[in-house]
Protein backbone atom coordinates (compact mmCIF):
# COMPACT_ATOMS: atom_id res chain seq x y z
CA UNK A 1 0.00 0.00 0.00
CA UNK A 2 1.41 3.34 -0.85
CA UNK A 3 1.60 6.04 1.84
CA UNK A 4 0.16 9.21 0.71
CA UNK A 5 2.72 12.32 0.57
CA UNK A 6 0.62 14.28 2.89
CA UNK A 7 1.31 11.77 5.74
CA UNK A 8 4.67 12.43 5.28
CA UNK A 9 4.24 16.32 4.97
CA UNK A 10 2.64 15.56 8.63
CA UNK A 11 5.30 14.01 9.94
CA UNK A 12 7.83 16.68 8.99
CA UNK A 13 5.30 19.45 10.30
CA UNK A 14 5.45 17.60 13.63
CA UNK A 15 9.28 17.46 13.62
CA UNK A 16 9.36 20.94 13.15
CA UNK A 17 6.58 21.64 16.19
CA UNK A 18 8.71 19.93 18.20
CA UNK A 19 11.53 21.59 17.31
CA UNK A 20 10.27 25.10 17.52
CA UNK A 21 8.64 24.18 20.67
CA UNK A 22 11.91 22.79 22.32
CA UNK A 23 13.40 26.60 20.94
CA UNK A 24 10.76 28.25 22.84
CA UNK A 25 11.23 26.50 26.10
CA UNK A 26 14.86 26.74 26.45
CA UNK A 27 14.98 30.25 25.69
CA UNK A 28 12.21 30.55 28.16
CA UNK A 29 15.05 28.97 30.85
CA UNK A 30 17.87 31.01 29.33
CA UNK A 31 15.62 34.54 29.79
CA UNK A 32 14.97 32.65 33.65
CA UNK A 33 18.78 32.16 34.18
CA UNK A 34 19.70 35.53 32.76
CA UNK A 35 16.92 37.62 32.62
CA UNK A 36 19.39 40.67 31.75
CA UNK A 37 20.06 38.88 27.87
CA UNK A 38 16.49 39.15 26.88
CA UNK A 39 16.93 41.05 23.93
CA UNK A 40 19.72 38.64 22.41
CA UNK A 41 18.08 35.50 23.48
CA UNK A 42 14.73 36.72 21.90
CA UNK A 43 16.35 37.39 18.88
CA UNK A 44 18.31 34.10 18.39
CA UNK A 45 15.15 32.39 19.47
CA UNK A 46 13.03 34.08 16.44
CA UNK A 47 15.61 33.45 14.19
CA UNK A 48 16.14 29.60 14.81
CA UNK A 49 12.41 28.96 15.05
CA UNK A 50 11.61 30.96 11.45
CA UNK A 51 14.24 28.67 9.80
CA UNK A 52 13.01 26.10 11.27
CA UNK A 53 9.24 26.78 10.26
CA UNK A 54 10.53 27.68 6.42
CA UNK A 55 11.41 23.34 6.42
CA UNK A 56 7.87 23.04 7.71
CA UNK A 57 6.52 25.08 5.15
CA UNK A 58 8.64 23.59 2.58
CA UNK A 59 7.00 20.15 3.23
CA UNK A 60 3.78 21.59 3.11
CA UNK A 61 4.16 22.96 -0.06
CA UNK A 62 6.23 19.85 -1.75
CA UNK A 63 2.68 17.77 -1.70
CA UNK B 1 -18.04 32.55 39.69
CA UNK B 2 -15.41 30.47 37.75
CA UNK B 3 -16.44 27.27 37.88
CA UNK B 4 -20.18 28.53 37.37
CA UNK B 5 -17.99 29.64 33.83
CA UNK B 6 -16.35 26.55 33.08
CA UNK B 7 -19.81 24.47 33.55
CA UNK B 8 -21.31 27.16 30.48
CA UNK B 9 -18.41 27.59 28.95
CA UNK B 10 -18.59 23.39 28.75
CA UNK B 11 -22.68 23.34 27.95
CA UNK B 12 -21.96 25.34 25.00
CA UNK B 13 -18.71 23.15 23.33
CA UNK B 14 -20.95 20.21 24.05
CA UNK B 15 -24.11 22.06 22.26
CA UNK B 16 -21.33 23.06 19.18
CA UNK B 17 -19.97 19.33 19.37
CA UNK B 18 -23.53 18.13 18.94
CA UNK B 19 -24.15 20.03 16.27
CA UNK B 20 -21.41 19.36 14.39
CA UNK B 21 -21.69 15.83 14.72
CA UNK B 22 -25.09 16.44 13.29
CA UNK B 23 -23.84 18.04 10.43
CA UNK B 24 -20.85 15.79 10.06
CA UNK B 25 -24.15 12.93 9.51
CA UNK B 26 -25.53 14.80 7.12
CA UNK B 27 -22.90 15.18 4.81
CA UNK B 28 -22.52 11.43 4.38
CA UNK B 29 -26.33 12.16 2.44
CA UNK B 30 -24.76 15.20 0.56
CA UNK B 31 -27.86 17.58 -0.05
CA UNK B 32 -27.03 19.59 -3.23
CA UNK B 33 -27.35 22.74 -1.12
CA UNK B 34 -23.90 22.11 1.00
CA UNK B 35 -22.08 20.58 -1.56
CA UNK B 36 -22.67 23.70 -3.55
CA UNK B 37 -22.30 25.78 -0.25
CA UNK B 38 -18.95 24.27 0.23
CA UNK B 39 -17.77 24.66 -3.29
CA UNK B 40 -18.79 28.64 -2.93
CA UNK B 41 -16.56 29.17 -0.32
CA UNK B 42 -13.56 27.31 -1.62
CA UNK B 43 -14.25 29.13 -4.78
CA UNK B 44 -14.22 32.45 -2.64
CA UNK B 45 -10.94 31.56 -0.83
CA UNK B 46 -9.08 30.64 -3.65
CA UNK B 47 -10.40 34.04 -5.72
CA UNK B 48 -9.59 35.95 -2.73
CA UNK B 49 -5.60 34.27 -3.10
CA UNK B 50 -5.40 34.81 -6.38
CA UNK B 51 -4.21 38.54 -8.45
CA UNK B 52 -6.73 39.46 -10.07
CA UNK B 53 -7.03 42.52 -12.93
CA UNK B 54 -10.58 44.24 -11.15
CA UNK B 55 -10.82 45.35 -7.90
CA UNK B 56 -13.92 43.66 -6.69
CA UNK B 57 -14.83 43.97 -3.21
CA UNK B 58 -17.72 41.83 -2.97
CA UNK B 59 -20.00 40.33 -5.10
CA UNK B 60 -23.95 39.50 -4.97
CA UNK B 61 -23.80 35.99 -5.97
CA UNK B 62 -27.84 36.25 -6.78
CA UNK B 63 -27.94 39.02 -9.08
CA UNK B 64 -24.62 38.19 -10.18
CA UNK B 65 -22.79 41.91 -9.59
CA UNK B 66 -20.03 42.46 -9.49
CA UNK B 67 -19.10 45.63 -6.52
CA UNK B 68 -16.13 47.41 -7.09
CA UNK B 69 -13.86 49.01 -10.21
CA UNK B 70 -11.94 47.91 -12.72
CA UNK B 71 -8.09 48.50 -13.31
CA UNK B 72 -6.17 49.25 -16.74
CA UNK B 73 -5.10 45.83 -18.89
CA UNK B 74 -0.95 46.92 -20.49
CA UNK B 75 -0.49 43.96 -22.75
CA UNK B 76 2.74 43.73 -24.92
CA UNK B 77 1.02 41.87 -28.06
CA UNK B 78 2.90 43.66 -31.42
CA UNK B 79 2.86 47.01 -30.10
CA UNK B 80 1.26 48.52 -26.81
CA UNK B 81 -2.25 47.10 -25.97
CA UNK B 82 -4.20 49.58 -23.81
CA UNK B 83 -7.69 48.78 -22.48
CA UNK B 84 -9.87 48.69 -19.51
CA UNK B 85 -10.36 45.19 -17.75
CA UNK B 86 -14.18 46.59 -17.46
CA UNK B 87 -14.26 45.01 -21.32
CA UNK B 88 -13.58 41.60 -19.41
CA UNK B 89 -16.64 41.67 -17.51
CA UNK B 90 -15.20 39.75 -14.94
CA UNK B 91 -14.09 36.98 -17.28
CA UNK B 92 -17.33 36.83 -18.94
CA UNK B 93 -17.07 38.18 -22.16
CA UNK B 94 -13.95 38.45 -24.45
CA UNK B 95 -12.43 41.92 -24.94
CA UNK B 96 -11.84 43.79 -28.23
CA UNK B 97 -8.91 46.19 -28.45
CA UNK B 98 -7.39 47.08 -31.98
CA UNK B 99 -8.76 44.32 -33.80
CA UNK B 100 -7.20 42.24 -30.97
CA UNK B 101 -9.32 39.45 -28.64
CA UNK B 102 -8.32 38.45 -25.08
CA UNK B 103 -10.03 36.48 -22.78
CA UNK B 104 -9.44 35.86 -19.10
CA UNK B 105 -9.08 31.93 -18.06
CA UNK B 106 -7.79 31.55 -14.59
CA UNK B 107 -6.82 35.36 -14.23
CA UNK B 108 -4.61 34.56 -17.13
CA UNK B 109 -5.11 36.60 -20.14
CA UNK B 110 -4.90 34.55 -23.70
CA UNK B 111 -5.45 36.11 -27.16
CA UNK B 112 -7.97 34.27 -28.75
CA UNK B 113 -10.45 34.68 -31.73
CA UNK B 114 -13.96 36.32 -32.00
CA UNK B 115 -15.62 33.73 -29.55
CA UNK B 116 -13.29 33.65 -27.15
CA UNK B 117 -12.38 29.72 -27.41
CA UNK B 118 -9.83 28.17 -25.17
CA UNK B 119 -8.52 25.06 -25.82
CA UNK B 120 -6.46 22.87 -23.58
CA UNK B 121 -3.93 20.25 -24.21
CA UNK B 122 -3.72 17.36 -22.30
CA UNK B 123 -1.62 19.18 -19.44
CA UNK B 124 -4.81 21.50 -18.99
CA UNK B 125 -3.15 24.31 -20.38
CA UNK B 126 -4.96 26.74 -22.84
CA UNK B 127 -2.84 25.97 -26.62
CA UNK B 128 -3.70 30.02 -27.07
CA UNK B 129 -0.97 32.22 -26.80
CA UNK B 130 -0.28 34.40 -23.86
CA UNK B 131 0.77 38.07 -24.33
CA UNK B 132 3.34 39.67 -21.76
CA UNK B 133 1.27 41.20 -19.55
CA UNK B 134 1.70 44.28 -17.69
CA UNK B 135 -0.99 45.14 -16.51
CA UNK B 136 -1.86 47.60 -13.04
CA UNK B 137 -3.38 44.48 -11.44
CA UNK B 138 -4.73 44.88 -7.81
CA UNK B 139 -1.40 43.48 -6.56
CA UNK B 140 -0.09 46.21 -8.62
CA UNK B 141 -2.18 48.62 -7.27
CA UNK B 142 -1.62 48.20 -3.38
CA UNK B 143 2.01 48.20 -4.21
CA UNK B 144 1.94 51.69 -5.69
CA UNK B 145 -0.46 52.73 -2.85
CA UNK B 146 1.71 51.31 -0.32
CA UNK B 147 5.01 53.34 -2.07
CA UNK B 148 2.99 56.48 -2.19
CA UNK B 149 1.66 56.08 1.31
CA UNK B 150 5.70 55.17 2.46
CA UNK B 151 6.78 58.45 0.81
CA UNK B 152 4.34 60.55 2.38
CA UNK B 153 5.20 59.18 5.82
CA UNK B 154 8.74 59.50 5.32
CA UNK B 155 8.96 62.68 3.22
CA UNK B 156 7.37 63.82 5.56
CA UNK B 157 9.14 62.47 8.81
CA UNK B 158 12.47 63.88 6.76
CA UNK B 159 11.31 67.14 6.41
CA UNK B 160 9.93 67.58 9.94
CA UNK B 161 13.62 67.05 11.37
CA UNK B 162 14.86 69.83 9.25
CA UNK B 163 12.39 72.32 11.57
CA UNK B 164 14.11 71.13 14.78
CA UNK B 165 15.22 68.13 16.56
CA UNK B 166 11.80 66.17 17.32
CA UNK B 167 9.84 64.80 14.87
CA UNK B 168 5.96 65.78 14.80
CA UNK B 169 3.25 63.68 13.01
CA UNK B 170 3.21 60.27 11.96
CA UNK B 171 7.20 59.98 12.47
CA UNK B 172 6.59 59.97 16.40
CA UNK B 173 5.14 56.21 15.51
CA UNK B 174 7.95 55.71 13.23
CA UNK B 175 10.94 57.00 14.60
CA UNK B 176 11.15 54.45 17.45
CA UNK B 177 10.42 51.45 14.64
CA UNK B 178 13.24 53.49 12.65
CA UNK B 179 15.82 53.60 15.82
CA UNK B 180 14.70 49.73 16.12
CA UNK B 181 16.06 48.92 13.23
CA UNK B 182 19.25 50.18 13.18
CA UNK B 183 20.23 49.37 16.98
CA UNK B 184 18.83 46.03 17.09
CA UNK B 185 18.82 44.25 13.59
CA UNK B 186 21.50 46.78 11.66
CA UNK B 187 24.50 47.15 13.66
CA UNK B 188 24.28 44.05 15.84
CA UNK B 189 24.59 41.86 12.25
CA UNK B 190 26.68 43.84 10.24
CA UNK B 191 28.75 45.92 12.26
CA UNK B 192 28.94 49.62 13.17
CA UNK B 193 31.54 50.33 10.34
CA UNK B 194 29.27 49.30 7.89
CA UNK B 195 25.35 49.40 8.72
CA UNK B 196 25.19 52.59 6.91
CA UNK B 197 25.11 51.33 3.23
CA UNK B 198 22.42 49.03 3.86
CA UNK B 199 19.92 50.64 6.28
CA UNK B 200 17.49 52.18 3.34
CA UNK B 201 17.50 48.45 1.89
CA UNK B 202 16.47 47.39 5.27
CA UNK B 203 13.88 50.01 6.46
CA UNK B 204 12.72 50.50 3.06
CA UNK B 205 11.87 46.54 2.82
CA UNK B 206 10.80 46.79 6.60
CA UNK B 207 7.91 48.87 5.97
CA UNK B 208 6.74 47.68 2.46
CA UNK B 209 6.41 43.98 4.31
CA UNK B 210 4.79 45.30 7.32
CA UNK B 211 2.52 47.96 5.58
CA UNK B 212 1.80 45.16 2.47
CA UNK B 213 0.67 42.40 5.64
CA UNK B 214 -1.58 45.33 7.43
CA UNK B 215 -3.29 45.68 4.16
CA UNK B 216 -3.65 42.00 3.56
CA UNK B 217 -5.50 42.00 6.60
CA UNK B 218 -7.98 44.94 5.67
CA UNK B 219 -11.78 43.89 4.32
CA UNK B 220 -9.70 45.10 1.10
CA UNK B 221 -9.16 41.42 0.08
CA UNK B 222 -5.76 42.30 -1.08
CA UNK B 223 -2.68 39.29 -0.75
CA UNK B 224 -0.16 41.14 -2.32
CA UNK B 225 2.74 39.09 0.17
CA UNK B 226 1.06 35.91 -0.05
CA UNK B 227 1.64 35.95 -3.80
CA UNK B 228 5.33 34.23 -4.66
CA UNK B 229 6.19 36.40 -7.10
CA UNK B 230 6.50 39.36 -4.72
CA UNK B 231 8.37 37.72 -2.29
CA UNK B 232 10.61 36.13 -4.83
CA UNK B 233 11.48 39.56 -6.08
CA UNK B 234 12.25 40.61 -2.56
CA UNK B 235 14.05 37.77 -1.96
CA UNK B 236 15.86 38.12 -5.40
CA UNK B 237 16.99 41.86 -3.81
CA UNK B 238 18.12 40.64 -0.79
CA UNK B 239 20.72 37.88 -2.99
CA UNK B 240 21.89 40.44 -5.50
CA UNK B 241 22.61 42.77 -2.64
CA UNK B 242 24.83 39.82 -0.70
CA UNK B 243 26.63 38.64 -3.98
CA UNK B 244 27.36 42.46 -4.52
CA UNK B 245 28.50 43.24 -1.61
CA UNK B 246 30.98 40.09 -0.28
CA UNK B 247 34.30 40.56 0.21
CA UNK B 248 36.92 38.20 -0.59
CA UNK B 249 36.56 36.16 3.13
CA UNK B 250 32.92 35.83 2.14
CA UNK B 251 34.06 34.16 -1.07
CA UNK B 252 36.56 32.17 0.75
CA UNK B 253 34.21 30.69 3.33
CA UNK B 254 32.47 29.65 0.93
CA UNK B 255 34.89 27.70 -1.91
CA UNK B 256 37.58 27.60 0.84
CA UNK B 257 37.05 27.30 3.95
CA UNK B 258 40.14 27.89 5.95
CA UNK B 259 40.83 25.54 8.89
CA UNK B 260 39.65 22.44 7.32
CA UNK B 261 41.54 19.86 5.77
CA UNK B 262 40.93 19.64 1.78
CA UNK B 263 38.88 16.48 1.51
CA UNK B 264 36.29 18.39 3.85
CA UNK B 265 37.02 21.57 1.93
CA UNK B 266 35.61 19.24 -1.87
CA UNK B 267 32.54 18.12 0.02
CA UNK B 268 31.53 21.31 1.91
CA UNK B 269 31.91 23.45 -1.33
CA UNK B 270 28.76 22.43 -3.15
CA UNK B 271 26.80 22.57 0.45
CA UNK B 272 27.98 26.11 0.68
CA UNK B 273 27.33 27.19 -2.79
CA UNK B 274 23.83 25.93 -2.51
CA UNK B 275 23.34 27.63 0.71
CA UNK B 276 23.85 30.79 -1.14
CA UNK B 277 20.66 30.08 -3.41
CA UNK B 278 19.00 28.15 -0.33
CA UNK B 279 19.14 31.10 1.69
CA UNK B 280 17.00 33.91 -0.24
CA UNK B 281 14.55 30.42 -1.09
CA UNK B 282 13.84 29.99 2.48
CA UNK B 283 13.63 33.53 2.79
CA UNK B 284 10.92 34.26 -0.16
CA UNK B 285 8.77 31.02 1.15
CA UNK B 286 8.82 31.70 4.59
CA UNK B 287 7.18 34.76 3.66
CA UNK B 288 5.07 33.43 1.29
CA UNK B 289 3.73 30.50 2.98
CA UNK B 290 3.14 32.44 6.09
CA UNK B 291 1.35 35.30 5.02
CA UNK B 292 -0.71 32.83 2.62
CA UNK B 293 -1.48 30.39 5.21
CA UNK B 294 -2.84 32.67 7.36
CA UNK B 295 -4.93 34.05 5.11
CA UNK B 296 -6.18 30.55 3.98
CA UNK B 297 -7.19 30.11 7.58
CA UNK B 298 -8.59 33.47 8.33
CA UNK B 299 -11.02 32.88 5.14
CA UNK B 300 -12.28 29.40 6.30
CA UNK B 301 -13.18 30.14 9.67
CA UNK B 302 -15.31 32.93 8.48
CA UNK B 303 -16.32 30.50 6.08
CA UNK B 304 -17.41 28.29 8.53
CA UNK B 305 -20.12 30.37 9.99
CA UNK B 306 -21.94 29.62 6.64
CA UNK B 307 -21.21 26.19 7.08
CA UNK B 308 -22.34 26.18 10.46
CA UNK B 309 -25.85 28.04 10.35
CA UNK B 310 -26.78 28.30 13.74
CA UNK B 311 -26.40 30.93 16.19
CA UNK B 312 -23.94 29.37 19.01
CA UNK B 313 -21.10 27.97 16.41
CA UNK B 314 -21.12 30.85 14.00
CA UNK B 315 -21.11 33.20 17.11
CA UNK B 316 -17.88 31.32 18.32
CA UNK B 317 -16.57 30.83 15.24
CA UNK B 318 -16.40 34.63 14.87
CA UNK B 319 -14.50 34.80 18.58
CA UNK B 320 -12.41 32.04 17.10
CA UNK B 321 -11.67 34.31 13.77
CA UNK B 322 -11.42 37.37 15.55
CA UNK B 323 -8.86 35.67 17.74
CA UNK B 324 -7.15 34.51 14.50
CA UNK B 325 -6.84 38.04 13.22
CA UNK B 326 -5.21 39.14 16.39
CA UNK B 327 -2.15 36.42 15.86
CA UNK B 328 -2.68 37.45 12.23
CA UNK B 329 -1.84 41.31 13.43
CA UNK B 330 1.32 39.56 15.26
CA UNK B 331 2.26 37.36 11.80
CA UNK B 332 2.06 40.96 10.01
CA UNK B 333 4.83 42.58 11.85
CA UNK B 334 6.92 39.36 12.64
CA UNK B 335 6.94 38.38 8.98
CA UNK B 336 8.66 41.64 8.20
CA UNK B 337 11.22 41.64 11.31
CA UNK B 338 11.93 38.14 10.32
CA UNK B 339 12.73 38.92 6.82
CA UNK B 340 14.61 41.74 7.70
CA UNK B 341 16.81 40.35 10.70
CA UNK B 342 17.36 37.61 7.76
CA UNK B 343 18.47 40.41 5.23
CA UNK B 344 21.01 41.91 7.85
CA UNK B 345 22.67 38.68 8.96
CA UNK B 346 22.90 37.84 5.18
CA UNK B 347 24.53 41.01 4.50
CA UNK B 348 26.62 40.83 8.00
CA UNK B 349 27.98 37.64 6.51
CA UNK B 350 28.80 38.67 3.12
CA UNK B 351 31.32 42.15 4.76
CA UNK B 352 32.70 40.35 7.77
CA UNK B 353 35.86 40.62 8.12
CA UNK B 354 37.91 38.19 9.89
CA UNK B 355 41.13 38.09 11.94
CA UNK B 356 43.96 35.86 11.35
CA UNK B 357 42.87 33.49 14.10
CA UNK B 358 39.86 32.62 12.86
Redesign the interface.
Known sequence: MEIPAIVGAGLVVIGAGIGIGRIGGSAMDAIARQPEAYGKIQTAMLIAAALIEGIGFAALFAV | MQRNFLAKFLFITLLIFSTTVKAQHEEHEGTPEEVSLKTKIKESINHHLLDSHDFTFFSDSETGKHYGFSLPVILWDEGIQLFSSSKFHHGETVAENNGNYYKLYHNKIYKTDVDGTITLDDHHHPTQVKPLDFSITKSVLMIIITGILMFLAFAGMAKSFKKGPIVTGAGRFLEPIIIYIRD?IAI?NIGIHKYKKYMSYLLTVFFFVWFLNLFGLTPLGVNVTGNIAITFALALITFIITQFSGNKNYWKHIFWMPGVPVPMKIILAPIELLGVIIKPF?LM??LY??IM?GHIVLMSLIGLIFVFQNWIGSSLTFVLAFAITMIELLVAL?QA??FT??SA?YFGFAVEEHDEAH
Open positions: EPAIRANALYIMLL
